[in-house]
């Protein structure tokens, strides 16, 4: 599961609220002939996931009614296997693909990037319903464009509130812009609960004109995101995935009940039409959006040309005019919904419209006994389909047989094969051997129609635009054929010297195998504790900014990365990236605020602070083990543990889309915790040496699982790798080695706050490659979000700088200053090769745990030393006093950062702390003695 949201007592007064007001008027006197017209479209559902279609574990009442009091129609279909592109059939009355939209559009068409959308030369379903006098109004997702002349308010909808991409985080606060018009908004309400109430509000405030309502729920389509109280309502599915669905489904269907509740209300229920479908499939199987959903018994999954893709539930009332509770078996598709509302308006569609859907109400009346069709088709890349009558003749991903679904630009097909539906729904009984005439005929009924489609405007064999088409801008300046899955491999208290090309005592053979096929990045800074260089890493901003600049989030602390910054998960989820944190976090979990999935992730997996027992999970007698926010009490050693999630998370990715994977291991970190067969090879080394380095040849079989699940999925080229551990080793000669560098974890010299580090791209990064530039982990915000094609336009300025020309061109470091350290007790900064260290009355870091280095707080309180690291890079000697006025320099430059600095949000353990039972979960003693 996702992650949980809790709403407060203002949220039942709010929608409370709006409803009261929604259930209040009174219809006045409308225009006759001009009923309004309501589509409400799923996203992601499964086709056996609601009562009408025998779900039994959902209750899906308010959904079941519109069957109930309309027309059922069992062999209801769409025109795309995934989202945008049933959304432009939708829209147009046309087969997407005689326009180009084949294709999701994907995180080219995500702000900032270059304009891919519904082409502008279409008309939409808004277009023409406003110009026959109707109100338009669009609540939800969009997904059909994100550039100006692309959005809602510029393709016929008098209104919209909702967001513009793809897919949308549930929790409030997090995730891409939620718009009201042009105009960004804060939304406080779990998602489906602000659609709903919009949807509601609408209804009452058109409810005296005609108007035509798109309510586009994101629901079901991932993240899973549920609230308490509805996950509490399916306790009694085992099964956490489908508990979070059915959790999620439920607030659809209350939703799709309250706006039922409000035309019933403003007494519009006899002149409302409505529609009720998915926009695809399930996503049941490995290589999609996976969310708890059942296609039984059809056979396939969104995204392939099975039933499973595109047969979905669907239901039409208009209550006097349509019989309840009516049986429609004839296919109909989404392209219809076009023309019938147009027919029900009384609005004639020109000939030179071009639809393709056909007006239903005939056949759904009983006036014409015909089929609405002679065939249906589709087309996905080289996946196609053609059903007549009974029969359905198929191409279509074959890693379907395998149990997996393949992204589009990978996708191998099937041989044709020959359905009848009729008795075979399930399509498990090939008979293409056995009716070869019928084999031909359909596929020379689907060639023909194919060949009159245009070329795919991108995805497949076209990733760009259209060259010629005056309504595309240009390309963005990185193109998404290099976009990248990102992953970013972070150990915990790695010595500088514990990897293979700085030492010769521990040799991690994958680690060190990747390193030399990419980039070396031999100057790395990060800052000298762990808590520290997460905020830096994940923002893209000094400590300093947040004020976590000192010591680490403890257990107890009430404080976490503020809510006002902007994560790199945030980011690149906005530029349409897969986002997961695998492993350690350290960035606050007193509140559900602070968590990973409100940060911008997808997916979380592992534990909240440092320093828990490998293998009980333990932090102080608090369990510190999560998946998706919520407490996991899955068994084994951490590293192990992660080591799989990672290849797990890897292997069910929607290969689609790219992903961004950030794996933080807790090991190398105390305590020194190893099963006994990773010692044998270190026998020679002395404890708790010994230990420490079987915990290292661990974790580095656990990347060696991650890099095979790279390769297996066949996205190993297109991915960029980066490592560094989060801060110098502690205690050096004792259990880690700095080498030659100075100092340690907590200290701001060398062997503190530069670390082993590597970037590795095949075809990118030349292998061998030693970058000798300074950078710092504040640069990979700025970097990998500029590789990821997406949006540096935010409201904190950014410390960290593009990086990238310093690695994969040999360009010169992109800062003229690093800020190291700095501390109410001192800090560090360098500037060229001149490196100031100034300790003043504590050390320039806090130490995190016990074993933090006690001997290397260098000299005594008060003193500044300077170095030049060209000529001293073990920072043996100190040049102030031969150097007064680069001194000075130096002092002057971290001056101005010190007073620039927030006050550090460290305290003391609150008397009377508790751990609770589960980190993150605080129990009622825990929150009281923390207030």
């Not at 490592?723 to 080498?739: H, I, L």
Request: aromatic share 8%; proline share 8%.
């Amino acid at each position: 599961m996702r992650g949980s949201f809790r709403p407060g007592a203002a949220w039942g007064a709010i929608v409370g609220g709006v409803l009261a007001t929604a259930v209040a008027g009174v219809a006045a006197a409308r225009e006759p002939g001009k009923p309004n017209i309501v589509i409400i479209l799923a996203d992601d559902m499964g086709f056996a996931d609601v009562g009408f279609q025998g779900s039994r574990d959902i209750p899906t009442p308010h959904v079941d009614s519109l069957a109930a009091g309309g027309v059922r129609c069992t062999n209801g279909y769409v025109s795309g296997p995934y989202c945008s592109p049933t959304r432009a059939g939708l829209l147009t009355g046309r087969y997407q693909q005689r326009f180009g939209h084949e294709f999701n559009p994907g995180p080219q068409a995500e702000e900032g990037s270059a304009a891919f959308g519904l082409p502008l030369s279409e008309t939409t379903i808004a277009n023409r319903l406003k110009a026959a006098g109707y109100d338009t109004g669009l609540v939800g997702k969009w997904h059909l464009g994100n550039a100006p002349e692309y959005r809602p308010n510029r393709r016929g909808f008098d209104e919209f509130f909702g967001f513009l991409g793809g897919a949308h985080t549930y929790i409030p606060g997090q995730g891409a812009p939620i718009y009201r018009g042009d105009e960004v908004v804060r939304e406080k309400e779990y998602l489906t609960d602000a659609f709903t109430r919009e949807a509601v509000s609408y209804i009452e405030r058109h409810k005296d004109r005609p108007f035509f309502l798109y309510l586009a729920y994101n629901a079901v389509h991932t993240p899973m995101d549920a609230t308490d109280a509805r996950l509490k309502r399916f306790a009694g599915i085992a099964d956490e995935r489908r508990r979070t669905y059915a959790a999620m489904l439920s607030a659809l269907d209350e939703g799709v009940g309250k706006v039922l509740g409000a035309l019933r209300a403003a007494k519009l229920e006899e002149d409302t039409l409505i529609f009720f479908f998915s926009d695809n499939g399930g996503p049941t199987m490995k290589g999609t959006t996976i969310n708890g959903s059942v296609n039984a018994p059809l056979r396939g999954s969104k995204r392939t040309t099975l039933e499973g893709g595109i047969h979905v539930p669907f239901a039409v009332q208009w209550k006097g005019k349509l019989e309840a509770g009516k049986v429609y078996e004839k296919p109909v598709i989404q392209l219809d919904v076009l023309p019938t509302a147009l027919a029900a308006a009384g609005v004639p569609a020109s000939e030179d419209a071009h639809l393709d859907g056909v007006n239903l109400l005939p056949f759904l009346k009983g006036e014409a006994s015909g089929t609405p069709h002679e065939a249906l088709y589709w087309r996905l890349g080289q996946q196609w389909a053609i059903r007549r009558g009974d029969w359905k003749l198929v191409r279509y991903d074959s890693a379907v047989d395998e149990g997996t679904v393949s992204a589009p630009a990978r996708t191998k097909v099937t041989p044709p094969r020959l359905y009848n539906l009729a008795s075979d729904i399930g399509e498990a009984h090939d008979l293409a051997a056995e009716r070869p005439e019928t084999v031909r005929d359909l596929q020379s009924a689907w060639e023909s129609w194919s060949a009159k489609l245009s070329k795919p405007l991108w995805g497949p064999g076209n990733a760009q635009p259209a060259a010629d088409r005056a309504e595309r801008r240009p390309a963005a300046a990185v193109s998404p054929a290099k976009r990248p899955n990102i992953v970013y491999i972070l150990a915990d208290d790695l010595g500088w010297a514990d990897v293979g090309w700085h030492g010769e005592e521990i040799r991690p053979p994958r680690l060190d195998r990747l390193a030399a096929s990419g980039a070396r990045l031999e100057q790395f800074y990060v800052e000298p504790l762990c808590t520290q260089t997460r905020a830096a890493l994940l923002t893209g901003r000094y400590p300093i900014r947040h004020g976590l600049q000192v010591g680490v989030v403890r257990p107890w602390a009430a404080y976490g990365l503020p809510m006002e910054e902007r994560t790199l998960a945030q980011a690149l989820k906005g530029a349409g990236y897969e986002t997961a944190i695998v492993g350690k976090w350290h960035l606050g979990h007193a509140l559900p605020e602070f968590l990973p999935t409100r940060r911008g992730f997808d997916h979380q997996y592992g534990l909240y602070n440092g320093a828990i027992d490998y293998f009980t999970h333990m932090r102080d007698g608090g369990l510190d083990w999560h998946r998706d926010d919520r407490a996991s009490r899955d068994e084994g050693y951490s590293t192990h543990l992660l080591g799989d999630e990672a290849a797990r998370r890897i292997a069910e990715h929607d290969a689609s889309r790219p992903l961004f994977l950030y794996l933080a291991f807790n090991a190398v970190h105390a305590p020194h915790q190893v099963p006994d067969r990773y010692k044998g090879p270190y026998a020679s080394l002395p404890e708790p040496r010994r230990t420490y380095a079987g915990m290292v040849a661990a974790m580095d079989e656990a990347v060696g699982k991650v890099v095979d699940a790279l390769r297996a999925k066949g996205i190993a080229d297109d991915t960029l790798i980066l490592f560094s551990s989060d801060n110098g080793g502690p205690n050096p000669g004792k259990v880690t080695s700095n080498g030659p560098l100075r100092g340690a974890k907590a200290t701001p010299y060398e062997g503190g706050v530069r670390v082993p580090a590597f970037a590795a791209w095949p075809g990118h990064i030349k292998a061998g490659t030693v970058v000798d530039a300074p950078l710092h982990a504040v640069d990979w915000y700025p970097t990998l979000v500029k590789l990821a094609g997406g949006s540096l336009d935010q409201s904190q300025p950014l410390d960290g700088r593009d990086a990238w020309p310093a690695i994969a061109e040999g360009a010169a470091s992109p800062h003229e200053e690093i800020l190291l350290v700095s501390t109410p007790h001192g800090g560090a900064i360098r500037a060229g090769d001149w490196k100031l260290v100034v300790n003043g009355a504590g050390r320039a870091g806090i130490p995190d745990e016990s074993d933090a280095p006690r001997r290397a707080r260098g000299p005594a309180a008060g003193k500044a030393e300077l170095f030049n690291l060209a000529a001293d890079p073990y920072e043996k000697t100190d040049l102030a006093a031969e150097n007064p006025s680069k001194l000075a320099e130096l002092e002057g430059r971290l001056g101005r950062y010190s007073a620039a600095a927030v006050a550090p949000r460290s305290g003391p353990k609150p008397a009377g702390f508790r751990s609770p039972k589960v980190w993150g979960e605080p129990d009622a003693t825990t929150a009281s003695a923390s207030r």
